[in-house]
């Protein structure tokens, strides 16, 4: 059996008690940790659970899955995923290929950053489609997701800003030389991602229906959702260039059409009061 | 201290860890229980939490807060919330007012059926807005969601549909008479949203710039999503009229435009496969 157990977002505690008894009596226990991180490590992990974890990066998953499933049919194998065993799409793709081998797998769900935003004040029915802030490089200024943001803003909708995370990352010189030696991890800051989005509403500032997102733009930063330590400010756009939330994971919401609910709750998060 | 704790989606053991330890450490356990339900019952609960539970319907929450709130700021309270805390309007509303009296509180989160409909194989960034069907009576039969799951439609997006719960509905002859008499509870089935929608569709078939829903359109029918004997059915809107998913609660998706491996996912789920 394959179990797909979502960690929910703070730390080991955050597991359900279903998925805590499914852990423990895995014979393997895979944990994903290239799309978000719990506040807490591997180690706690293990203690909390009483297994060993075996650290699944990108390349395992998606190259390599069969080595997870292996055995899965007489075995008992579990896939912890930090949120929602469904947060990423590598994972529904991996759930595709245990049905295709016939190996029988069961999804235990947990709080996802797609849900938890709610924590806000923001009505989750209210936000059109997710979008994903890249790290720009000197040489790489992507800038798709922005058409994104004004669409959900034409329609009145609120847009979640999923920030980039780059946890096992090779330099330049590193991949060309084809040595595994790996950058320090990095997770965007919400004031790295609202510096990005500044200097993309500063060079087309509207859509073409006159939409426009601007320097003075409401936002709303928050980080570590789910953990003690949460935090959320209501800001400006160019004010949350300078605001420091602390450790990851950050994310960003662009509120659409206000809810008078929705606007009592973001005044509570003004970073001024 | 008011603990807003999110039980998620099936029974009792979907609660997380944290949010059991809290529980059973609380003075007074509230349950909501008119905008979702648990595949379990109240006093399986309170046998798993080892505390007695008050059970709170809509009156309850939206006019007596008070009650719940009362002596929290000594006291140890728990609001329990089938799926995760801030999936209705009035639990946000409640955080709200509990900030406004200085009433200390944390929020457990939780799964809820915003983020586990992923278990489909749709992908959550593209959902648009959730719109929610209620019941039809010979008088009244509103249809304002269906120019919602137009819109989304129209920008490619999937809408997820939330069914009706009537959980402490009174007869017209026992409201006029003001007995606190109450109807037996109804949930709304896939096969009822598929007929309500099929009249619409009927009677109003294309937006102003020509998108439809048409009796053959695809539909996703889900029900009792992260139970054990959790059911998803790919079929089209006319076969949902027909479809028997079993028990509450269930969940209408009608997708919109489909990555390939959406479309391998909805295929797994065909009836007749």
Known sequence: MLYF??????????????????????????LEHYTSILTCGKEELEKF?????????????EQDAEEI?????????????????FGATTHADLVLRAKEKGIPHKVVHNASIMNAIAC?????????????LPFWTDSWKPDSFYSKILKNRECGYHSLCLLDIKV????????????????????????????????IVENKPKSDSGIQLRADSLVVCVARVGADDQK???????QATQEDLGGPLHSLVIPGELHYLEKDALNLWKSNS
């Open 5 to 30: 157990i979502g960690l929910g977002l703070g730390d080991a505690k955050d597991i359900t008690v279903r998925g805590l008894e499914l852990v423990k009596q895995c014979d393997r226990v895979y």
């Open 49 to 61: 659970y009483q297994r060993d974890i075996i650290l699944a990066d990108r390349e395992m998953v």
């Open 69 to 85: 499933m292996k055995d899965a049919e007489t075995k008992e194998v579990a896939f912890l995923v930090v949120g929602d065993p």
């Open 120 to 132: 806000t004040g923001l009505q989750l029915y209210n936000f059109g489609e997710t979008v994903s």
């Open 168 to 199: 096992k990352e090779q330099s330049e010189e590193n991949l060309v030389r084809g040595r595994k030696i790996f950058e320090p991890p990095r997770f965007m800051t919400t004031a790295q991602a609202a510096q990005q989005l500044l200097e």
């Open 232 to 238: 959320i400010v209501t800001c400006t756009l160019q």
